[in-house]
């Protein structure tokens, strides 16, 4: 699986259901989920394809054993954290998001590991 082009392929679609939806917001003067419209955007397609990009720049990464669960994690954090900003909006539960909330910090951690030990440190090793 090239996760490069699956976070890209992410990004892109999340991209283009962040910006449906602010224009939704735009013409129905409608702010009160832009939560969810800016967290789509600034998540699902900056964050989103950063890590898609930085795959591509260091391929060693596709190598570590995190890599396949980091991707799976940040994906269906992303989907609890974006659903979850809509559940605290609809009913006021915070559930959903805080568990997409902890899913991606764990996520991200799991990227710094990957990219400390496989570009970081193996650099330092070859110098
Ligand atoms: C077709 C494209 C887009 C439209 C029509 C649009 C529309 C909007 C609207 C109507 C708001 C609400 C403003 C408010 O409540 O103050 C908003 C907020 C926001 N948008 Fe977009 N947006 C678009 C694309 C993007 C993209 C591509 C990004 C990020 C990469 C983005 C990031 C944000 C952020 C961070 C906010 C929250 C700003 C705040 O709360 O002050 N938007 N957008
Ligand atoms: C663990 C994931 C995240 C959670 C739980 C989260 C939660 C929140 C919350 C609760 C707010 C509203 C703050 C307020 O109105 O006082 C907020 C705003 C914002 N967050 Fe996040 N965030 C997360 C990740 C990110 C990331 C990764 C970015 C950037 C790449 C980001 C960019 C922003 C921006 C630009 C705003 C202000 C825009 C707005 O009010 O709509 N967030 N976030």
Known sequence: MRLDIWYIALALLMLLVGEAFGEWMARAHDH???LVHSHLNVVGWASFALFGLIHRSFPVLASSRLALPQFLLAAASTVFLIGGLWVIWAVGDP?????????????????VVMFFQRVVFAEERRV
């Not at 991606?104 to 799991?110: E, F, I, S, W």
């Open 32 to 34: 009160s989920l832009a």
């Open 95 to 111: 559930f959903g998001a805080i568990v997409g909330a902890y899913g991606l910090l764990a996520a991200t951690a799991m990227f």
